[in-house]
């Protein structure tokens, strides 16, 4: 069964770095069986309406601002599924949920940036699809998601731990309440299922030092559903610009 897993993407330049984090992309991918396609679900794409990418092929979403100018000539051919994307649409609708396929959509980098390290031949289709922007809906497409697994689908949700930009600095220094909040975050993980994130997310004290906005948290419910009640284990853990948490979780 191909695993769900939830990966924080960082900053684009990560590319460009010898981040640790390069290596277990690169390892994760060399150590999983080739998937027949790979559902993602990316912070940087919010919608009400699910939103399922059915186009052959994808272009590359430049959506960021201030870096090296060699991350805006970045190419990662990657393929999509359209027949798939149809049959996922299909089905998810049956189940009462409102989606719909898009034929124009490229991949942000939320998409792009893990997805060029574990699999550098884009030789996998890939399929993205909207992260909703209420969580019952995250955790119902996570439900589906789920299924798909035994098919021989991955579901790879990108976000990020902790992610303040406000916060972060170039000492690479890591302040505590980053890290307790990743402690916090791990703990609600391995607990298997979704209720203890979304008490994290409703009562966390460092829940909005961590995430200002949480688009890049809520991924993680959608990554979690898709583990259909197992525990989740933390996989992967650093930080990138001091306080950008850099934690990944599989489920």
């Not at 679900?41 to 009400?48: D, I, P, Q, R």
């Not at 699999?119 to 922007?133: E, G, H, K, W």
């Not at 969580?135 to 098919?151: H, P, S, Y």
């Not at 995430?211 to 992967?236: D, M, N, S, W």
């Amino acid at each position: 069964m191909q695993p769900s897993i939830f990966v924080s993407h960082g900053a684009p330049d990560l590319l460009i770095s010898d981040d640790s984090i390069l290596t277990f992309f690169r390892d994760f991918g060399l150590a999983h069986p080739a998937p027949k396609a790979v559902v993602v679900v990316s912070a940087h794409w919010v919608s009400t309406t699910v939103k399922i990418a059915s186009q052959a092929e994808y272009d590359l979403i430049y959506d960021f601002s201030g870096f090296a100018d060699e991350l805006y000539q970045t190419n990662y051919p990657a393929k999509g599924d359209s027949i798939l994307a149809n049959h996922l649409k299909s089905r998810l609708a049956n189940l009462g949920v409102a989606v719909q396929c898009t034929f124009n959509r490229g991949l942000d980098h939320g998409a792009w940036v893990p997805l060029k390290v574990i699999y550098p031949d884009a030789n996998v289709p890939i399929i993205a699809i909207s992260l909703p922007d209420q969580w019952d809906n995250c955790i119902a497409l996570g439900d589906f998601l789920g299924t798909l697994r035994k098919e021989g689908i991955m579901v790879l949700c990108s976000g990020g731990s902790v992610h303040n930009l406000r916060d972060l600095n170039r000492q690479g220094v890591t302040e505590a309440w980053a890290k307790t909040f990743t402690q916090h975050l791990t703990t609600a993980v391995e607990h298997g299922g979704t209720q203890k994130l979304q008490e994290l997310m409703t009562a966390e004290p460092l829940l909005f030092r961590a995430h200002p906005t949480l688009e890049h948290l809520t991924p993680l419910l959608v990554a979690a559903a898709a583990g259909q009640g197992c525990p989740g284990r933390l996989v992967y853990d650093s930080y990138t610009y001091g306080n950008l948490g850099m934690a990944c979780y599989q489920f």
